[in-house]
C-alpha cells in the first residue's frame, strides 16, 4: 500500500501517483528496457543460448504491476517472463547469467530464459506450457484465502493463452472460490507468429471473455505505465479486501519477433513504425519531464542503468558453466535422483 | 484390529492426515458433498468442513493446478482425479508442472501434494474408464508412484505419501474399493519403496500390483496345491520409489521371474523390471523372464471380453506352469 506521503510528493498537487513512485516506474522500464537490449546483443554474440522471449515494448505492463504489488504478492509469469522477474527485484546479473546459462545465474543453468524464478522475490516461476500457470496461480491465491494471508497472486500471460482451455478453467475457478488473484493479460495483437484477430473469436481476447466469468471486461493501455499502475492496484485492493479475482487486458505491442528466431516479416508495413512512437519508455520520459523532473534526473537513471547491466554483463561473461555435479541434483526432495534401491 | 473395506481406508487415510495436519486440504469433483463418486470420501466434509474438503467443477487442469500452487507455497494439499484415464486431460501438470518445478528452479520451488486416483479395470467401464495407467506415471522424472492392494496399505501409503516432501501420484485400484481387510487400530504410517513379499516361495518369483496382487497370490496357491511349484509373490506396492533389492533378492532364491502387469503390453512397469533384472542378476536366471499383461489393446467393456483381456489367475497359473520347466 503507498503511504500517504508517497502519494502527495508529487511536484504537481493533482498527482496521484507521487514522484518517488513515477521514478521506480521509469526506472524499472528502463532496466527491463536495457536488459532486453543487452539479452538480445548476447545472443547475437552467441552468449545467450537455446532460445529468448523478449519484452521490448511491453516494459510498462511489468513495471507498472510491479510497482503496484506488495512485496509479499506473489508473481506468476510466462516464458516471455525476464521483465516481470526484474520488475519483482531480481539482480539483473542473474537474470542474465541465466540465459547465459552461467554457474551465477538464477538457477544455475538448469531452468533457462524460459523459467527464470525466484522464491525470494515472489516470482514463483515463469511457465513455458501455455495456459498451466492460471490454475497454479489460482493455488497460491487458494492458500492465501486458507490461511488468512492477505497477499494476492499475480499471473501474467498473453493473448494467446485466452484460447486455451486452462485459461476458461482458471478463471471459473477463481470466480466461484473469490480467490485473490490477478490475471493480468498482455495483448500485444500476436499469438506467436499470427495476428490474434484470426484465431479469436471476439475482438478483446480476455476482456471480451470478462463477462462469461461474471467478471468487469477491463481494458488499459499497456503502453502507459500510469494506467497500468492505477489499474492494477484497485483490482490487488479489491482482491486483498476479499472481492475476489480480477481480469485485465492491457493493449501493447511487441517491438521484436516472438522468439530470437522470429525476424517478424509479417507484420504490415508501418505497424512497427506506428507503435515504435508509442513506446512506453518515450511517453514516460515526455511525462516525467511535463510533471517537472529535470533532464539531469531522468538521465542519471538511465546512465547508472547502462552501468548496472555492463557491470552484470562482464559478471556474467567471468562467470563459468555450472558445475557438473549439479545435473542430478534437486530431482527429488532429498537433493538427489535416486528412484530405487 | 477392525475389518475395514479399501474404499473406508480411503477415507480413514485422509482424515488421519488432515487430523495430523491442518496445512493438510482435500478437493476434486464430488469429492465433498457427495461424498466421492466411489464413496471413498464419505464424512470427510462433515468432519473438516468446506474451507477444507472442497468440491470442485469439472476442470483437471484447475484441479491438479490449484494443488500445485497450493503445495508450492505451504499447504500440502491431496487432490482426487475421479478416474485415472482423465490424467490425459491434465497431462501437463503429472508431466511438465509438478515433476519438474524443483529440478527447473535449481530446488527453489517445492511441490509436496498427494494425486489420488481410481485406476484399473475389471468394473466393465469400457476403454476410457477402466485403464491402468501407473506407467504414464512411472515415465517421468520427478513424481513418485504408489499404488496399494490392501485396506492397511491404503492407509500406510497415503499417510507416507502425504508426509512425503515430492509429488505423489496415487493409484487406488476402481475394483478393489469393496473388498475389505483387517486394519491395526491407531495411526498407520508406512514408508513408500517398499515391496512387500506376501507369500514366500522357492521355484519362482511372481511380482504384481494392486489388483494384480490378489490374481497373483491365488494363482500361487494354486500353482502349489494342484502343481506342487512353490511361488514366492511379492506386492511391489511402489513404483518410485522402486524396492528393486527386495525383487532382486527374490530372484537369486528363486531363478525365475514373472511380472502380472494389468496395463497393455508396451513399456508397463514389469519392463523396467525386467530389464533391470537382465542387467543385474542374469547370472541368478534360469530361465527367461516372463511378463504377463494385458494385450496391447484397448480395454472392451462386455464382462466376457474384458475378462478375457486383463490377467487373470487362470492365465497366470497357465502361464507359470507351461514356462517353469
Redesign the interface.
Known amino acids: 500500500m503507498l503511504q500517504e506521503n508517497e502519494r502527495s510528493e508529487g511536484l504537481l498537487t493533482n498527482d496521484d501517483i507521487g514522484l518517488k513512485t513515477r521514478l521506480k516506474l521509469y526506472r524499472l522500464q528502463v532496466e527491463i528496457r536495457q536488459a532486453e537490449q543487452r539479452a538480445y546483443d548476447l545472443f547475437l554474440q552467441n552468449l545467450v543460448k537455446g532460445t529468448s522471449h523478449l519484452s521490448l515494448g511491453q516494459e510498462a505492463i511489468a513495471a507498472g504491476v510491479a510497482t503496484a504489488m506488495e512485496p509479499g504478492d506473489l508473481s506468476f509469469c510466462t516464458y516471455r517472463g525476464h521483465a516481470h522477474t526484474l520488475a519483482r527485484g531480481v539482480p539483473v546479473e542473474q537474470v542474465l547469467g541465466e540465459l547465459m546459462q552461467r554457474d551465477n545465474g538464477l538457477m544455475r543453468g538448469k531452468g533457462g530464459s524460459m523459467h527464470l524464478t525466484s522464491v525470494d522475490h515472489g516470482v514463483m516461476g515463469s511457465y513455458a506450457i501455455i495456459g498451466a500457470h492460471l490454475p497454479i496461480a489460482c493455488g497460491a491465491a487458494w492458500r492465501a484465502q486458507y490461511t488468512g494471508s492477505k497477499d494476492v497472486s499475480v499471473c501474467f500471460f498473453g493473448d494467446g493463452t485466452t484460447n486455451i482451455g486452462a485459461f476458461h478453467e482458471a478463471l471459473n475457478f477463481a470466480v466461484i472460490w473469490k480467490l485473490p488473484v490477478l490475471f493480468m493479460c498482455e495483448n500485444n495483437l500476436y499469438m506467436e507468429y499470427t495476428p490474434i484477430e484470426v484465431v479469436t473469436a471476439v475482438e478483446h481476447p480476455a476482456a471480451d471473455r470478462a463477462a462469461a466469468y461474471g467478471l468487469e471486461s477491463i481494458i488499459v493501455d499497456g503502453n502507459d505505465a500510469d494506467e497500468v499502475y492505477r489499474t492494477v492496484l484497485k483490482a490487488l485492493d479489491k482482491a486483498r479486501a476479499g472481492g475476489g479475482p480480477s481480469l485485465i487486458e492491457a493493449k501493447t505491442y511487441r517491438h521484436s519477433g516472438h522468439s530470437r528466431a522470429d525476424p517478424a516479416k509479417y507484420r504490415p508495413e508501418g505497424e512497427l513504425d506506428k507503435w515504435l512512437e508509442r513506446d512506453p519508455i518515450k511517453i514516460y520520459r515526455t511525462r516525467l519531464l511535463e510533471f517537472g523532473v529535470n533532464e539531469d534526473t531522468i538521465k542519471s537513471i538511465e546512465d547508472e542503468t547502462a552501468s548496472k547491466i555492463e557491470t552484470a554483463t562482464e559478471l556474467c561473461k567471468a562467470s563459468p558453466p555450472p558445475p557438473e555435479d549439479i545435473l542430478t541434483t534437486d530431482v527429488y526432495a532429498d537433493g538427489g535422483w535416486a528412484w530405487r534401491n | 484390529m477392525a475389518e475395514l473395506s479399501y474404499r473406508e481406508a480411503v477415507a480413514r487415510g485422509i482424515a488421519q492426515e488432515m487430523k495430523r495436519d491442518e496445512l493438510v486440504?482435500f478437493l476434486g469433483e464430488d469429492v465433498a458433498a457427495a461424498g466421492g463418486v466411489f464413496k471413498a470420501t464419505e464424512g470427510l466434509l462433515d468432519q473438516f468442513g468446506p474451507?477444507?474438503v472442497?468440491d470442485?467443477?469439472i476442470?483437471e487442469?484447475?484441479?491438479?493446478?490449484?494443488?500445485?500452487?497450493?503445495?508450492?507455497?505451504?499447504?500440502r494439499?491431496i487432490a482426487e482425479i475421479m478416474f485415472s484415464d482423465f490424467i490425459a486431460v491434465c497431462f501437463?501438470?503429472i508431466a511438465?508442472?509438478f515433476p519438474k518445478?524443483?529440478?527447473?528452479?535449481?530446488?527453489?520451488?517445492?511441490c509436496?501434494l498427494v494425486v489420488r486416483t481410481g485406476n484399473g479395470g475389471a468394473a466393465r467401464f469400457g476403454a476410457q474408464h477402466s485403464q491402468s495407467v501407473e506407467n504414464w506415471a512411472m515415465m517421468i522424472?520427478?513424481l513418485?508412484v504408489v499404488a496399494p492392494s490392501t485396506p492397511s496399505d491404503v492407509i500406510g501409503l497415503l499417510a507416507a505419501s502425504v508426509r512425503?516432501?515430492?509429488p505423489v501420484i496415487f493409484f487406488e485400484h476402481k475394483s478393489l474399493y469393496a473388498t475389505k481387510g483387517e486394519v491395526p487400530d491407531g495411526e498407520i504410517v508406512d514408508r513408500l519403496?517398499t515391496a512387500r513379499i506376501i507369500r514366500p516361495g522357492k521355484d519362482a518369483t511372481i511380482i504384481a500390483l494392486a489388483l494384480m496382487v490378489h490374481r497373483a497370490r491365488e494363482a500361487a496357491e494354486r500353482l502349489a496345491d494342484e502343481h506342487g511349484i512353490d511361488c514366492e509373490v511379492i506386492d511391489v506396492r511402489s513404483l518410485?520409489?522402486?524396492?528393486?533389492?527386495t525383487i532382486l533378492k527374490s530372484v537369486a532364491k528363486t531363478g525365475r521371474l514373472y511380472t502380472v502387469e494389468e496395463n497393455p503390453r508396451l513399456c508397463g512397469w514389469g519392463a523396467e523390471i525386467t530389464s533391470?533384472v537382465a542387467d543385474e542378476a542374469f547370472y541368478d536366471l534360469d530361465g527367461p523372464i516372463v511378463r504377463i499383461t494385458t494385450p496391447h489393446i484397448p480395454l472392451p467393456a462386455a464382462d466376457n471380453l474384458e475378462d478375457l483381456a486383463l490377467p487373470s489367475a487362470d492365465r497366470i497359473v497357465a502361464k507359470i506352469k507351461t514356462t517353469l520347466n
Open positions: 486440504v474451507t477444507r472442497r470442485t467443477p476442470s487442469q484447475a484441479i491438479l493446478g490449484a494443488a500445485m500452487g497450493a503445495a508450492m507455497t505451504g499447504l494439499p501437463d501438470y511438465n508442472e518445478s524443483r529440478y527447473m528452479t535449481n530446488g527453489q520451488v517445492k509436496p522424472p520427478g513418485k512425503d516432501p515430492d519403496g518410485v520409489p522402486l524396492d528393486m533389492q533391470i
